[in-house]
């Protein structure tokens, strides 16, 4: 017997893990709803990405005016109140925006919190909806450090709404969003203090690289302070104290708990509708099926190796629009995933690491590059920055990272050849708008 369900889909949050399929779904044909307690377009345009490289213009900007002192003169000032009013402005049309391109492709929105009554039904204030598939795609919240006065810290969400900026920052954390934070509060004149858990920054990146990050920052004035062991925080006479290490102490005016991000998994009904997870998210195999069989999960929430991030999401939630449209029967095959911090100078990186390249030196070939080698990156006067390019003995490129101020457009514009295993003949069919990024990034490839 077949039962009639309200729709086919309904994904349970409005984030990247389920509008980017949601979308297409619906416009082709399938009833769909997207069920959304906050703004819609979930973290990244709310409160991630957009926003926050909005905050980073200025930086860049200011950067670049301070290695052409001569050629233009004068300092970059950032105006602090005016940059957060800006980026309001940026990123206040992007849930309209969205919902609106949803509701046009067919996509019934239902705001408000929903929870799994059982494996087909959501509960949304007191009304239920029934669907032949749920998608749970309810992201990440930031992790908050349990220690005495947790609640005097704050999170990256609260930090992008500060309409003045503190004199003196704390930033517990050496992750993606600390040192994200450290240098656009440090080049809009805030002492930053960051307290790093152990003794190095950004685990997942190339560590060489991440060295020179935070020699750059030192250098600029972030103090960073190794192996904290914070333990506590607590309020002064003048402000906050950040106690750590062996009865240290450090004053500020604002905290910010950057320790990493956890998943939405609490009531949500999972345990109702029988779904595992785990501290790192929902448990899915390799079609984003939980072990319910018609639940799934997209984006963030996931407990998976690839990384937390908007391009991963976006593409797990156009693969199950694909699974569910009929259009693959097949396993999700992710792509090589590429990232970036973004510090100025940013890092990024894509496919096969150079770390894990030199453990096997015959079977790769590794390729190192100055950027102030590079006539085009003289142009703006950079001199600090590297790339490290991987090829296989048949010079196909499995993987590319890059320091310096425009690595992402770098590493961006190598990923096909990654991606596509381009062969020599292949990777000449390109020719490239001259003077760019992409010309100067190919024309090492090659
Ligand atoms: C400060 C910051 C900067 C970032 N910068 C970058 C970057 O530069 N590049 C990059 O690739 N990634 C970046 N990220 C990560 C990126 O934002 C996430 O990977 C992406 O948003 C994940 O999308 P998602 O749909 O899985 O989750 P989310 O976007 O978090 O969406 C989940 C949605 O579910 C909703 N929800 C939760 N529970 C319920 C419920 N019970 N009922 C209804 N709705 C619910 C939430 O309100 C939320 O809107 C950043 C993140 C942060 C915090
Ligand atoms: N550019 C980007 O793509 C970007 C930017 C920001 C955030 N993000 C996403 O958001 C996620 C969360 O960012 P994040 O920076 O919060 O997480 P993260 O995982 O990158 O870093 C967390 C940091 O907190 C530290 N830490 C953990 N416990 C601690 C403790 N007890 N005391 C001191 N330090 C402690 C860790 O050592 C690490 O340095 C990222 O993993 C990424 O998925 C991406």
């Not at 200011?62 to 940026?90: C, P, Y």
């Not at 190339?206 to 060295?211: D, E, L, R, S, W």
């Not at 690595?407 to 596509?420: K, R």
Request: aromatic fraction near 8%.
């Amino acid at each position: 017997m077949v039962k009639n369900f309200d729709f086919d889909v309904i994904y349970l949050g409005g984030g990247h893990g389920s509008f980017d399929g949601a979308g297409p779904l619906a416009a082709s044909g399938k009833k769909v709803a997207v069920i959304e307690s906050g703004l819609w377009g979930g973290t990244c345009p709310n409160r991630g990405c957009n926003a926050k490289i909005t905050l980073d213009e200025p930086v860049v900007l200011q950067r670049e005016i301070e290695r052409m002192q001569g050629i233009v003169n004068g300092q970059v000032k950032i105006n602090w109140s005016e940059l957060v009013a800006h980026k309001q402005e940026v990123i206040q049309k992007l849930p309209d925006q969205i919902s609106g391109k949803l509701a046009a492709a067919g996509v019934k929105l239902i705001q408000g919190t929903g929870q799994l009554q059982d494996r087909h039904t959501i509960e949304v204030d007191g009304q239920q909806y029934t669907a032949e598939k749920i998608v749970i795609a309810t992201g990440l919240r930031p992790n908050r450090l349990n220690v005495p006065g947790r609640e005097l810290a704050h999170d990256s969400d609260d930090f992008m709404k500060l309409t003045e900026l503190p004199a003196r920052l704390a930033i517990i954390g050496s992750g993606y969003i600390s040192l994200e934070f450290a240098t656009m509060a440090n080049a809009a004149g805030s002492q930053v203090t960051v307290f790093m858990h152990h003794d190095t920054a950004l685990r997942s990146f190339y560590q060489p690289f991440v060295k020179q990050v935070l020699r750059d920052l030192e250098k600029r004035g972030v103090i960073f302070v190794k192996n904290a062991a914070v333990q506590a925080f607590v309020p002064t006479s003048n402000g906050l104290a950040v106690k750590f290490g062996k009865n240290q102490s450090k004053e500020v005016d604002w905290i910010l708990d950057a320790t990493g991000r956890i998943p939405n998994v609490e009531h949500l009904g999972l345990d109702a509708a029988g779904v595992k997870y785990t501290k790192k998210g929902i448990t899915v195999d390799g079609f984003l099926r939980t072990n319910i069989d018609n639940i799934y999960a997209a984006g963030d929430v996931i407990d998976k190796i690839q990384p937390k991030l908007t391009p991963t999401a976006t593409f797990e939630s156009y693969y199950l629009y694909q699974l569910f449209s009929g259009q693959t029967t097949q396993p999700i095959s992710y792509p090589a995933i590429p990232s970036t911090v973004y510090t100025s100078p940013r890092i990024a990186r894509v496919g096969l690491s150079p770390t894990a390249a030199e453990q096997d030196t015959e079977k790769f070939e590794i390729v190192h590059n100055q950027i102030a080698a590079d006539w085009y990156r003289q142009v703006d006067r950079q001199s600090a920055g590297e790339s490290i390019l991987v090829f296989d003995r048949q010079h196909h490129l499995l993987g590319a990272t890059e320091f310096s101020e425009q690595a992402e457009d770098a590493i961006n514009t190598l990923l096909p050849a990654i991606v596509f295993h381009y062969d020599q003949q292949q990777m000449w069919q390109l020719a490239h708008i001259f003077p760019s990024i992409s010309a100067s990034a190919w024309h090492k490839i090659r």
